[in-house]
């Protein structure tokens, strides 16, 4: 059996769980085997008929899992292994994906995979897996000694497919919980509050890197932005640690990963943590006005110059336009 | 308060990486050394939680005898002490080896706040801090943006899509650090100078039976073909023409 740890949001099963559930269909193929899905959560009873393509539903199904409860959910997830003892155990790999497993990775003395974006199976049997490392920038081939493989997938690694067949059997799990596994528990949730369009929503994204030279700067790249429409302006970490933008701008191996039509770097040398959070994008456009800039290798479009002199210059011809 | 803070040297390698002969690890020939921008909140936030609420705190890595480096670039921040596990082969231990490591030499000294990065640079293993708070029977929250410490309680925000979950904790307590929680100061000429003379708790250590085992190192696809639409400002009609054909205005 593979069993697939699955996330819930807002009463639905998150895109990353349909992902997941499509690399444990394929794999379960390569292996001859069969799927089981695991849901925890407060009100996924109602879910699991929905699935398709996978044998049974495993439920923990709780009033108190209004939100993650790290270690229960962690004691569930592994006395479904224990009792199940799949070959494989699958999770996204999203940032509660990771926390999740590495718990029961830890509970369960097994180690785990994290981020996985390909599975190599010989002879009906999974012998390795690529993982990202570096954000993504590398690929690092591994396998996995201990029993069963744990593991979780790379968001946006694959794409999620539906499948048709038989409704699956649905079996409640009850794993006894104690206060212990509610001694880390939200206490609240603060929804955020939105302005403006997002940096993973926007069509297009202007970055500003080191060669805006200072936080007023960027004020052009909004000017760029508003007369463009649904953009939105993001940094580099060099942006954001001189505190010419918030974190919240950074796009990056330690920030945001976007995946914009059109990404207009501008005085941003291109550096690999800064570019596998853009690489996504449909096309990227630089201006530098270094020629050897690196990120020159790594954009469809470069202009080479001072971009103190470009970007007003492109605002102009905008708002000339506009007026016309 | 005594608070740790774990961090690992990686290869700063900004422009691209070359991979040695075998593809088994990153070329570090002239290429300097880092540690995540996680971890460099982690170390920050360690001196403001002293800072504030006094106390020691302690840096610690598992790592060659060059990660000093690390060590002593904390300590030039205004952290107070530091250990080395000293292993050769460290890019090989998997994250329950170093896990484990680290778990046997913080347990006896007591520690009421354990800082981690949320993921190493290199390896993104997502892992390390919650397998050491395993061990300790500790509680653990990961990936926080924001840390309040009141009396034996810690408050901690994590982002989520939705927004922000808040959690509060009794210490002793894990949590794991992401960039964004706070802006990294820069070391001081005289830290840097006092830092040098700080001694170095070293120990070595040997590497446990693994269960991850690295096999090959790659790099992805990096597919585009770069036009050149022209130089200074009067490339703009040319860069209008593509944001029309984008359909991007
Ligand atoms: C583990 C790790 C994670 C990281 N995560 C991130 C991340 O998430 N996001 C991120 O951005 N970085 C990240 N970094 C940092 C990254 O390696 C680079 O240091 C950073 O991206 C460089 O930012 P920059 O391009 O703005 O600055 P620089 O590298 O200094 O480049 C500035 C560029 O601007 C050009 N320029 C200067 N003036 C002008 C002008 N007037 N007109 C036109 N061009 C001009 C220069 O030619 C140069 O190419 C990370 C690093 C590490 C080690
Ligand atoms: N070799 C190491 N020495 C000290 N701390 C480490 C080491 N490896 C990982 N860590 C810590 O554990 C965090 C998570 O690492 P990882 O599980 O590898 O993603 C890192 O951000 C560090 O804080």
Known sequence: MILAILETAKNALSEASLETVTAARDLAQKTNDSVAALLIGKGVRALAASLRGVSAVLIADDERFESYVPEAFAKIAAAAITQKSPKIVLAPGTETGNDLMARVGARLNLGLATNCTEFFVENGALKRVTRSNWGGSLLEEVEILSSPIVLTLAPHAIAAQSANGAAPSVETLSVALSEKEFRVRVRELIPSEKKGISLTDAKVVIGGGRGMGSAEAFQMLEELAALIGNAAVGATRVATNNNWRPHSDQIGQTGAQIAPDLYIACGISGAIQHMVGCKNSKKILAINKDAEAPIFQR????????????????????????GA | MKVLVCVKRVPDTGGGFKLTADGMRVDTTNVGFAISPHEECAVEEAIRIIEKHGGSSTVLTLGPPAAQEQLREAIAKGITGAILLEAEDYESWDPAATAQAIAETVKPLGFDILLFGNESADTCNYQVGLRVAHLLDLPCVTGIKALEIQDNRAIAKREVKEGWE?????????????????????PSLRGIMSAKKVPIEQK???????????????????????EILGQGPEAVPKIVEKLRELGAI
């Open chain 2, 166 to 186: 808040v959690y509060e904790v009794a210490l002793p307590a894990v949590f794991t650090v992401k960039e964004g929680i706070n802006t990294p100061r820069h």
């Open chain 2, 204 to 226: 070595r250590v040997t590497k446990p039976s693994t269960q991850l085992v690295r096999k090959a190192l790659k790099k992805p696809q990096e597919g585009r073909q770069l």
């Open chain 1, 299 to 322: 954009a469809d479009y470069g202009v080479i110059g001072d971009l103190h002199q470009i970007v007003p210059a492109l605002i102009a011809e905008l708002k000339r336009l506009k």
